[in-house]
C-alpha cells in the first residue's frame, strides 16, 4: 500500500500560480504512476495530470496543457504539479492518486487527502 501525503493548494487570483506537492511512501514500486485528479461541486471528477516513475511518460488533461506542470523528485518520492496561469474554472479539490499505470490513475491504487485550489476571478 502506497501512503500519499499532499500539501500546497490555497486560494489565488485569476492569472496566478500554485504549487502542489504529493509525498509518497510505502510500497511505492507497486504504483510508480502518481498524478492528480480533481472534482468540482456539481461536476464529475476529472483527471489532470500523471507522471509514471517506470519511464517518465507524463499525461495532461486538454484544460491544462500548456498551464500545468507535473514533475517528480525520485530521490524524496514526491511529485508536483505547477499550476500557472491559473483560471476560475480550475477550482477544485485536487486529489493526489498513486496507480500501476496512469491509464488507471484515481480507478485504482492510492488517494491522497485532498487540496482545495480556489481562483477568484
Known amino acids: 500500500e502506497v501512503q500519499l501525503v499532499e500539501s500546497g493548494g490555497g486560494w489565488v487570483q485569476a492569472g496566478g500560480s500554485l504549487r502542489l506537492s504529493c509525498a509518497a511512501s510505502?510500497?511505492?514500486?507497486?504504483?510508480?504512476?502518481i498524478g492528480w485528479l480533481r472534482q468540482a461541486p456539481g461536476k464529475e471528477r476529472e483527471g489532470v495530470s500523471c507522471i509514471s516513475s517506470s519511464d517518465g511518460s507524463t499525461y495532461y488533461a486538454d484544460s491544462v496543457k500548456g498551464r500545468f506542470t507535473i514533475a517528480s523528485d525520485n530521490a524524496k518520492n514526491t511529485v508536483y504539479l505547477q499550476m500557472n496561469s491559473l483560471k476560475p474554472e480550475d477550482t477544485a479539490v485536487y486529489y493526489c492518486a498513486a496507480a500501476p499505470f496512469c491509464d488507471g490513475l484515481g480507478q485504482e491504487g492510492s488517494w491522497g487527502q485532498g487540496a482545495q485550489v480556489t481562483v477568484s476571478s
Open positions: 510505502g510500497f511505492t514500486f507497486d504504483e510508480p504512476a
